[in-house]
């Protein structure tokens, strides 16, 4: 079964300046999708970027990047110049075809104005 | 529809009752996830749906608990004899591979056992 590892429970960032959320998992399988998910406080869950794992190249969406480390296992999501809307909890989420999709424990992030 | 809807928004039990929590995923989609969610703490797996295949129920964490998903499209939650220790957001999610593409999430369904 595939885990999903979340090591920060909270995290805390001052408007404007860079923070990174970390998230490992386990698998042995080669091919696979990673995703990070944002939950605000109204609850709805908002996709914010996704990675193919067959690809490279890291994903970026506007403020959002990934760092995707294959062989560690590693995919940490970075919010570049952030903002007091990015005040939420962060999900890391494993996919692969077989399987059903993989949450981590989460990551609450706090932006400070 | 145009996304993933769930009702009731917010559902208040008395202990021992029965709750039926109901999703309707986007029209098309095959895969529908259930999960459970405490307050401030991460989504629980509970239930898989994936098109015709039988649905993994390997994440409900008693017998009390069952779904069902009909015509592959709307899906229903039960949980029977309903504790305290059920009280969650439960949230319902859809996708069209499965999870190769976004996985579109309901807004949850508020459950309080008193």
């Known amino acids: 079964a595939q885990t999903v590892t979340q090591s920060q429970p909270e995290m805390s960032v001052q408007e404007a300046e860079t923070v990174t959320l970390s998230c490992t998992y386990d698998t042995s399988e080669n091919n696979y999708y990673l995703f990070w998910y944002k939950q605000p406080p109204s609850r709805q869950m908002i996709l914010v970027i996704r990675q193919e794992a067959y690809k490279q190249q890291n994903a970026t969406e506007n403020r959002f990047s990934v760092n995707f480390q294959k062989a560690a296992k590693s995919f940490s999501l970075k919010i570049s110049d952030s903002q007091l809307g990015d005040t939420a909890m962060y999900f890391c989420a494993f996919y692969n075809a077989g399987n059903m999709l993989t949450f981590g424990g989460g990551t609450r992030l706090m932006v400070k104005p | 529809g145009a996304g993933v809807s769930q009702s009731p928004s917010n559902k208040v039990t008395e202990k021992g009752k029965d709750v039926e929590l109901r999703c309707d995923p986007i029209s098309g989609h095959t895969a529908l996830y259930w999960y459970r969610q405490s307050l401030g703490q991460g989504l629980e797996f509970l239930i898989y749906?994936?098109?015709?295949?039988?649905?993994?129920k390997s994440g409900l964490p008693s017998d009390r608990f069952s779904a069902e998903r009909t015509g592959g499209s709307v899906s229903t939650l039960t949980i029977q004899r309903t504790q305290q220790e059920d009280s969650a957001v439960y949230l319902c999610?859809?996708?069209?591979?499965?999870?190769?593409?976004?996985?579109?999430f309901g807004q949850g369904t508020r459950l309080t056992v008193v």
């Open positions: 999610a859809s996708s069209s591979q499965g999870g190769l593409t976004e996985a579109f």
């Open positions: 749906f994936q098109g015709n295949s039988a649905p993994d």
